[in-house]
């Protein structure tokens, strides 16, 4: 199992940005693709954005495409969200979570990842 943990959020702007860490340790981190989601709350929690084990690969949901980027950095067991052109909508509480595969995901699910961080907030002011 990895453990993550994540940072990075915090109040901001609406137009601003933020940028997310997600560290790991234990199982082996730069094996699996990796990813990040939200959830508001009353909301379910849905998916942000992907990345495959090499980092070669990513994908993103259609509400931050464009605005969002994810990277990783596998000698440092670390995984990134760089947001940009923050909008209220964006509020929630972001989750980072290491994939079952290496791969990836083209539709991704909650199902699809083995592991959870505890969330970073952030908050998107009008």
């Known amino acids: 199992q990895v453990q993550l943990v994540e940072s990075g959020g915090g109040l901001v702007q609406a137009g601003g940005s933020l940028r997310l860490s997600c560290a790991a340790s234990g199982r082996s981190f730069s094996t699996y693709a990796m990813g990040w989601f939200r959830q508001a709350p009353g909301k379910d929690r849905e998916f942000v954005a992907t990345?495959?084990?090499?980092?070669?690969?990513?994908n993103y949901a259609d509400s931050v495409k464009g605005r969002f980027t994810i990277s990783r950095d596998n000698a440092k067991n670390t995984g990134y969200l760089q947001m940009n052109s923050l909008e209220p909508e964006d509020t929630a509480v972001y989750y980072c979570?290491?994939?079952?595969?290496?791969?990836?995901?083209?539709?991704?699910?909650?199902?699809?990842?083995?592991?959870w961080g505890q969330g970073t907030q952030v908050t998107v002011s009008a």
């Open positions: 990345i495959s084990w090499s980092g070669g690969n990513t």
């Open positions: 979570a290491s994939a079952r595969y290496g791969r990836l995901i083209r539709t991704p699910t909650t199902a699809d990842f083995a592991s």
